[in-house]
């Protein structure tokens, strides 16, 4: 068996444990938390009879690891459960099966903008390195970081959407009805989310990029004469790829955290703003689906950067 | 790391100048305004901003300035109170795992790294969920998401002076663990630390505002950051400027909170920096 395969299933079995031990957390963590299902369903003058028919009809009676194990079997068959106050007796699984497209969307669209972006800065920076362009690349990437995004998702609709009324500021169209629509309307909010996202990326490219300049097996091309351009697509840019795909992967995190608020803000309806909504009616099913699938969501991507990184760079599977 | 280092790199000189300038503003700024942060005014409800109110008024005449000042000290307060609780726990757990190793380590990490798995804001919207609403759990949340990151830096520059000669020699005087750990090897990897809890205390601030912007967080009639946006996003469009005042002043803390770690790492780690120049 090759070595990265080795590699990869090892990482797929530690991403299941994770997602394993994920759940039972998650599980508990509500559990124990102070609310009643009951008393969300039915009401704070429920009637001790129909609290207990309650608990008696949803299993809430049985043994917290009978529970956990009957939740546990219907997260594998993707079967999440019924929403408690939300949507009230909806599929959660369906609910997500609606929502997930347009998060999918939103995070996707602004990951693209975020490797053009930084794929401009980053190699106008590092070859332009220690001139003012690299000064002034430099510190927009400071001032990115900076920026609350959903502040920054504000300030966008101020200028390009109330100001110059070229995208619209609130609401969605999925692509399952347009593509054209999902961009134009998705502009904003995924560009809100980007901008800090590319200020990452583009200064760890530079930096990256920067150090394979420095390195000897640059100078003996540049002593064999090849030109710039073939040096630096060549020798410096497939060098510098590896540490730029691991932290367009870990940011994917930091992805799903903006696209909660972003969300909201925007009126999107994707898995984000459908946690908010749930958080306010206390509804602690879909509560504790959300966060399954933002962890399972986390560590898939990371096993795809693992297992892309193995097989570009041998090296790293030991 | 010292005060003549800091003079010379103007990276963390910058940061550190403009990170005083707004916690002065932040402490003395409510009792030096002439404003009262929570005094209705009706009669210059909306007002743009002037020279009497820099920051212009909200939708209840209150001066948006003054309103800031007091929200940032309710932020700051929340942000640092749920790094420093991060920052105890993930560096003590970070130094026994690094230092033992073995089977405490491997659990440790593996717990952290599940911690860390959760994006930031679905973890503190979860907390608040399990936990109720309030300043203490938005601190709480703070501390959860830096928890994991605390714990790794300190653990993996553990493993890597836990067999340095002053710590084998602190081992052979007879030091207890904690001594060791805390006295003779802490100090010696501070400087990663300090720079995670600078970065840590400006992402905590957005963590606050988010949650508080969206209601799930500091709730009002308290002032923080994330209410008093959350109360600009209402009347956005006919007085765009508390949203906008407030961000840009969450903006200047942040970009001040990450100079000043970026200069700081750049002087714990001065490989680096003739690397990146």
Avoid at chain 1, 238 to 245: D, G, L, M, T, V
Avoid at chain 1, 260 to 278: C, D, K, Q
Avoid at chain 2, 40 to 51: K, T, V
Avoid at chain 2, 258 to 270: E, I, Q, S, T, V
């Amino acid at each position: 068996m090759p070595a990265y395969l080795t590699y990869s299933l090892s990482r797929l079995i530690g991403a299941l444990i994770t997602i394993l031990v994920g759940s039972l957390l998650v599980f508990l963590v509500i559990k124990a938390a102070p609310g009643d299902p009951a008393l969300v369903v039915l009401g704070d003058f429920a009637t001790p009879e129909s609290i207990a028919r309650f608990n008696a009809e949803q299993g809430l009676d049985d043994p917290l690891m009978v529970q956990y194990l009957h939740w546990l079997t219907g997260l594998a068959r993707l079967d999440f459960g019924t929403s408690l106050s939300l949507a009230k007796g909806q599929s959660i699984g369906q609910m997500l099966a609606f929502r997930l497209p347009n998060t999918a969307t939103i995070g996707i669209y602004a990951i693209i903008i975020a490797i053009l972006i930084s794929l401009v800065l980053g190699t106008v920076s590092a070859i332009n390195r220690g001139g003012p362009v690299d000064a002034v690349s430099t510190s927009v990437s400071v001032l990115g970081v900076s920026m609350p995004d959903f502040w920054l998702g504000y300030m966008l609709v101020l200028g390009l959407s109330i100001g110059m009324g070229l995208f619209p500021s609130y609401g969605f169209v999925p692509v399952s009805e347009s593509f054209i629509g999902a961009l134009h309307s998705g502009f904003l909010p995924a560009l809100a989310i980007a901008a800090p996202m590319a200020a990452v990326f583009s200064r760890t490219l530079r930096a990256s990029l920067v150090e394979n300049m420095d390195r000897d097996h640059v100078t003996v091309a540049r002593s064999f004469g090849h030109s710039p351009s073939f040096i630096f697509i060549h020798h410096v840019f497939r060098n510098s790829i590896i540490p730029f795909i691991v932290v367009v992967g870990l940011q994917v995190r930091y992805l799903l955290g903006g696209v909660v608020i972003i969300e909201r803000i925007f009126g999107i309806s994707g898995v984000g703003s459908l946690m908010v909504e749930a958080a306010f009616a206390r509804d602690y099913y879909l509560v504790q689906a959300c966060a399954v699938v933002f962890l399972t969501i986390v560590l898939a991507v990371n096993f795809i950067v693992d297992v892309i990184c193995s097989m570009l760079d041998p090296r790293r599977v030991r | 790391m010292n005060l003549s280092n800091l003079l010379k790199n103007h990276t963390a000189l910058a940061g550190a100048i403009i990170t005083t300038i707004f916690l002065a503003a932040v402490v003395f700024g409510p009792t030096l305004s002439p404003w009262e942060s929570n005094t209705f005014n009706f009669g210059a409800a909306l007002q743009p901003p002037s020279a009497q109110h820099w920051y212009g008024t909200d939708s209840l005449g209150r001066d948006v300035l003054t309103r800031v000042l007091e929200g940032a000290r309710v932020s700051l307060l929340i942000s640092v109170g749920g790094v420093i609780l991060a920052m105890l726990a993930g560096v003590t757990i970070g130094l026994y795992a690094g230092y033992y190793g073995g089977w405490f380590d491997m659990t440790a990490m593996r717990v952290m790294d599940l911690l860390f798995g959760f994006p930031a804001f679905v973890l503190a919207l979860f907390l608040m969920v399990a936990l109720g609403f309030g300043v203490t759990n938005v601190a709480l949340a703070i501390m959860l998401v830096y928890l994991p990151i605390f714990a790794r830096i300190t653990r993996n520059s553990t493993e890597l002076v836990r067999d340095d000669p002053y710590i084998q020699a602190a081992r052979i005087m007879g030091q207890s663990a904690p001594r060791i750990l805390f006295r003779e090897l802490l100090p010696n990897i501070s400087a990663p630390i300090l720079v995670q809890a600078s970065v840590s205390i400006a992402f905590g601030i957005v963590i606050e505002s988010g949650l508080s912007f969206i209601g799930l967080g500091v709730q009002p009639p308290m002032p923080s950051l994330g209410v008093i946006m959350a109360d600009g996003q209402e009347y956005f469009r006919p007085a765009p400027w508390v949203m906008t005042m407030t961000g840009m002043t969450i903006t200047v803390a942040l970009l001040a909170l990450n100079l000043l770690g970026d200069g700081l790492r750049d002087m714990a780690d001065p490989r680096l920096k003739t690397r990146e120049a």
